[in-house]
């Protein structure tokens, strides 16, 4: 495994899994960063090269006079595709925010991804569905200008970056034990690095969170972008997740039934990190399967696709 870098506007780090043939981008969610997919990025190095991105604003990439915002991301999203696949689509695996944000991608730029894994992706609110008040209440302060900047101010200032890096696994996983050591240690390690080197890390996550709000209430045209979507599609989803309601990805499985969805009973909201055993064998079992297509159709050139 390497980090390594490449120019977009600005440095945009990654880590590079490696393997090789056709090539998976995995995309963290809100707060998130490669570290979120360490557990399972070389195991799926077997089957395609493996690259997980840092989104401007998070991990070890900074904004670097860039927007955090989800269509600024959906942009830089493009371009490192573009990079590091320049003469074939990519299949993209994101989770929460990043499934947003892979949805946004194929439905801007259907030729870069042959595709997609959805992984407890942050969608509309369907219609039986009840967030849970923790959650609700967190994102209302987020929303709110001038609210969300004195929230986190304050939180940065009551508690550790370990207490805030553990808060933030909790709401993942309502069982940190389940989740491996090793992945603990590294979010740990990475939320001192953060605090004490990142000045821009609050406002980078703001940018996104309202601007993901902002994307999800307009449910008929993000429904609208997901019933567009034309390539292989595996829907993940743990039943125990606090962040999206599990209600939600068994609706959106109800719109699009010839999508692979796998339910988790008892799991939360990054399954990759909380049970990656489980969550590779159903990666193997759709490539191996319906998301064959995608890995063929990623080894393709495409006329017309890199720069």
């Known amino acids: 495994m390497l980090t390594r ?22 995309v963290h969610g809100l707060g ?8 399972v990025g070389p195991k799926l190095a077997r089957h395609a090269r493996v690259v997980a991105v840092d989104l401007a604003g ?22 490192f595709i573009q990079k590091v696949s ?17 949805v946004l991608q194929t439905a801007e730029n259907p030729q870069r991804v042959s595709g997609l894994v959805l992984v407890s992706p942050a969608q509309p609110r369907a219609d039986d569905s009840r967030m849970e008040l923790n959650v609700f209440v967190l994102f209302l302060l987020y929303s709110l200008p001038g609210v969300g900047e004195l929230f986190l101010r304050q939180r940065s200032a009551r508690r550790s970056a ?9 709401l993942c996983c ?8 090793e992945l603990v240690r590294a979010h740990l ?11 821009w890390s609050n ?24 019933q567009g979507i034309r390539v292989p599609t595996l829907l993940v989803q743990g039943a125990d997740d606090q962040m999206v309601p599990v209600a939600n990805s068994r609706e959106l499985a109800r719109v699009r039934p010839d999508w692979t969805y796998v339910e988790y009973p008892g799991v939360g909201h990054t399954p990759m990190m909380e049970c990656p055993e489980l969550f590779l064998e159903t990666m193997e079992r759709w490539l191996e399967g319906p998301g064959r297509a995608a890995l063929e159709a990623a080894t393709v050139r495409v006329e017309g696709v890199g720069t």
């Open 5 to 26: 870098t490449l120019d977009i506007d600005g440095p945009v780090h990654f880590m590079d899994f490696g393997g090789s043939g056709p090539t998976l981008v995995l």
């Open 32 to 39: 998130g960063s490669h570290h979120n997919w360490m557990s």
């Open 58 to 79: 998070f991990g070890l990439t900074p904004l670097a006079g860039r927007s955090a915002s989800l269509p600024a991301n959906q942009v830089l999203l493009d371009r």
């Open 86 to 102: 320049p003469s074939a689509p990519v299949i993209l695996v994101g989770n929460s925010m990043g499934g947003a944000l892979s």
């Open 162 to 170: 370990e207490e805030l890096a553990r808060e933030q696994l909790a």
């Open 174 to 181: 309502r069982d940190l034990g389940r989740f491996p050591e």
């Open 189 to 199: 390690e990475f939320a001192r690095e953060r605090h004490a080197r990142m000045p």
């Open 203 to 226: 406002d980078a996550f703001l940018q996104a969170a309202r601007s993901l709000v902002r994307l999800l209430l307009r449910k008929p045209r993000f429904r609208a972008m997901e």
